[in-house]
């Protein structure tokens, strides 16, 4: 089958955008796989599909799926290209949707300065709902809020991190870091990513305070490893940083793919999020059914 797609990119995090508000596509796992290749297909970290609404009240439905294939609840960065993609395309009048994602309704809006604001909903705390197992452990309290000591591995020698878990509509642990540059993103993220406290998975965020208004991060993304940026990601790390006593209600987040503005003023709040939304090209792909 032959299909049409469009690539673009939120402060470096790159997604393939497929339109099937007039059918659907019904791409398997693997195919999910093969667009997202760097090597054999089109490349990026996640798969953004755009379909019609499903109930009334709401203008689309926004399915993500990771580069490994599998179905995820967001993606912050996805949500303003996704905006950014349906007025681009006319799909839709006005500034502002509303999105329906697995994880619940989120309404991107498009400022007067080209960027694209997302309300990301309000945080989640409530562990059973992240999921997070913490059956035997006993948190350790900093600020206002909480940090698990979670050990990665078996080992009398294995390393201990101190991670703030939250959801924001995905699951997130945030640890914090001296220096983000030499953090060991790449030997703890996947040890965080699988650690069997949390049932599905968790994305791994690497949080470095600059001062109370900002920060920088980088995020292994569960399902597709480190990216240039991850937008649930900065929601959560800020979050985290604001209950635990160390920043500001507006923070601007530094990531390697960019600058990311993070607005949470706590309690049930909504986190918003604003960044940029760039088409970078558009193709055709032949994929094999």
Not at 52 to 64: H, L, N, Q
Not at 73 to 100: T, W
Not at 179 to 204: T, Y
């Amino acid at each position: 089958m032959r299909i049409r797609f469009t690539k673009m990119q939120g402060a470096g995090n790159d997604f393939v955008v497929l339109d099937e508000t007039r059918g659907r596509l019904n791409l398997s796992a693997e195919q999910y796989r093969r667009l997202a290749d760097r090597h054999f297909g089109v490349g990026a970290d996640q798969v953004l599909s755009v379909r019609p609404s499903p109930a009334p009240g709401v203008d689309f439905e926004y399915v993500i799926h990771n580069a490994d294939g599998g179905e995820v609840e967001q993606c912050g960065n996805g949500a303003r290209c996704f905006a950014r993609y349906v007025a681009d395309k006319g799909l839709a009048s006005g500034r502002s949707f509303r999105v329906q994602t697995l994880s619940g309704v989120i309404e991107p809006r498009l400022d007067d300065d080209g960027r694209v604001t997302v309300d990301m909903g309000a945080p989640v705390f409530e562990l059973p709902a992240i999921p997070f197992d913490p059956a035997g452990l006993s948190p350790h309290a900093q600020g206002g809020w909480q940090l698990w000591h979670l050990a990665l591995g078996t080992h009398a020698d294995s390393a201990i991190v101190h991670v703030a878990v939250l959801s924001m509509g995905n699951p997130h642990a945030v640890q914090l870091v001296g220096d983000v540059e030499h953090a060991a993103v790449a030997q703890q993220g996947p040890l965080i990513e699988h650690h069997p406290r949390f049932l599905n998975r968790v994305n791994a965020g690497f949080l470095q305070v600059v001062d109370r208004g900002r920060v920088k991060l980088r995020v292994w993304e569960r399902g597709a490893g480190e990216t240039l940026a991850c937008g649930t990601g900065a929601c959560a790390a800020v979050v985290a940083g604001i209950r635990l006593g160390k920043l500001d209600h507006r923070v601007d987040v530094e990531t390697r793919g960019g600058l990311l503005t993070i607005e949470w003023a706590g309690g049930n709040a909504p986190v918003y999020m604003t960044g940029p939304a760039v088409t970078v090209f558009e193709g055709e792909m032949e994929l094999n059914e």
